[in-house]
């Protein structure tokens, strides 16, 4: 799942370097529930989840 969530606060600069995502690019995404939904879908498809101990 390739998606951009909308901050809620300006990116770092540290983030910015490391991921290349502008606030310019993040400003246009969708919040983060919004797209909660479609997460939880692909977490469960895919066996994403706590690693077990």
């Given amino acids: 799942m390739g998606t951009l969530v909308k901050p809620t606060e300006p990116i770092s600069d540290g983030a910015r370097w490391v991921h290349g995502i502008t606030d310019e690019m993040a400003a246009r995404a969708r919040p983060f529930g919004k797209i909660?939904?479609?997460?939880?879908?692909?977490?469960?498809?895919?066996?994403?989840?706590p690693y077990p101990c």
């Fill in 36 to 49: 909660l939904t479609r997460l939880r879908q692909v977490a469960k498809v895919s066996g994403m989840g």
